[in-house]
């Protein structure tokens, strides 16, 4: 049974720092491309940055300089450094994964971990 696992969300107040976490367990031949997410109340679930296999980055425009994403491809893990938190950046995060399992080898799937709320206030 391939799932992710995140960890890492609070509170934290305005300026302050997170690091989030997300493993990929089960019997996983690679990881792919993985990401972060996020969906604040009432707003439709947004990229917030995602990294490839070979490092590449991307992020959104409301995050970039503030956050950081990494990962160790030996854990089959992804991180997301949040620095400088803001009130807007309140949400459940999500990770997501395009992960290939030895149960299917010649194809990736997509996967979604559980979430993790984030909340930003004073």
């Known amino acids: 049974q391939v799932q992710l696992v995140e960890s890492g969300g609070g509170l934290v107040q305005p300026g302050g720092s997170l690091r989030l976490s997300c493993a990929a367990s089960g019997s996983i031949f690679r990881a792919n491309t993985m990401g972060w997410y996020r969906q604040a109340p009432g707003k439709q679930r947004e990229s917030v940055a995602t990294i490839t296999s070979g490092g590449g980055t991307n992020y959104a425009d409301s995050v970039k300089g503030r956050f950081t994403i990494s990962r160790d491809n030996a854990k089959n893990s992804v991180y997301l450094q949040m620095n400088s938190l803001k009130p807007e950046d309140t949400a459940v995060y999500y990770c997501?994964?395009?992960?290939?399992?030895?149960?299917?080898?010649?194809?990736?799937?997509?996967?979604w971990g559980q979430g993790t709320q984030v909340t930003v206030s004073s």
């Open positions: 997501n994964a395009d992960l290939v399992s030895y149960s299917h080898i010649s194809y990736s799937k997509n996967y």
